[in-house]
């Protein structure tokens, strides 16, 4: 598996694979709205060279949020080589937060955060709803038949203060 950041030449293929997985490029959190296929990331490929995973993240004056996080394998490593890759480039560039959201029903996104030191910062109730008068798309039901309502906002702390 190689990660790279998301460059010009593979802009096709990473709006082929949010309009593949998703359905679309267009992502509507509590943030903002984004258009994931125009924003910096990191690509997770294979040996045959195709994607398998994908991050995007925007960058603010002192901290990175983490906008997407998708991979097509799991239980190889890929999110964690991702999540490695986006921490690796906030700390390079003295960058010492990173935050995320997530919804109520992904608790496997939860757990996977939380066990790579990422803590819960705030539940933003009703969050979803409101997106989906952006996005009607988004389900009303996710991840083991939970109600979708409420985004998690998780964190991250790279470096102590001094």
């Given at each position: 598996?190689?990660?790279?950041?998301?460059?010009?030449?593979?802009?096709?293929?990473?709006?082929?694979?949010?309009q593949?997985?998703?359905?679309?490029?267009?992502?509507?959190?509590?943030?903002?709205?984004?258009?994931?296929?125009?924003?910096?990331?990191?690509?997770?490929?294979?040996?045959?060279?195709?994607?398998i995973?994908?991050?995007?993240?925007?960058?603010?004056?002192?901290?990175?949020?983490?906008?997407?996080?998708?991979?097509?394998?799991?239980?190889?490593?890929?999110?964690?080589?991702?999540l490695?890759?986006?921490?690796?480039?906030?700390?390079?560039?003295?960058?010492?937060?990173?935050?995320?959201?997530?919804?109520?029903?992904?608790?496997?996104?939860?757990?996977?955060?939380?066990?790579?030191?990422?803590?819960?910062?705030?539940?933003?109730?009703?969050?979803?709803?409101?997106?989906?008068?952006?996005?009607?798309?988004?389900?009303?039901?996710?991840?083991?038949?939970i109600?979708?309502?409420?985004?998690?906002?998780?964190g991250?702390?790279l470096?102590e203060?001094?």
């Amino acid at each position: 598996m190689i990660i790279k950041p998301i460059e010009p030449n593979v802009q096709g293929d990473v709006t082929h694979f949010f309009q593949a997985r998703w359905g679309s490029t267009q992502m509507v959190i509590s943030s903002g709205v984004y258009d994931c296929a125009s924003m910096d990331g990191f690509i997770a490929l294979n040996e045959k060279n195709e994607i398998i995973g994908l991050l995007t993240y925007m960058e603010r004056e002192e901290s990175v949020e983490i906008i997407s996080l998708d991979s097509i394998v799991e239980g190889r490593g890929v999110g964690k080589a991702l999540l490695q890759a986006i921490e690796q480039h906030a700390l390079r560039n003295q960058i010492n937060k990173i935050s995320l959201v997530t919804t109520n029903d992904n608790l496997y996104a939860l757990a996977f955060y939380q066990k790579r030191g990422y803590r819960l910062r705030r539940i933003i109730i009703d969050a979803v709803k409101q997106a989906r008068v952006q996005k009607p798309s988004i389900p009303l039901v996710g991840y083991d038949k939970i109600p979708i309502h409420d985004e998690i906002e998780l964190g991250k702390q790279l470096m102590e203060q001094s």
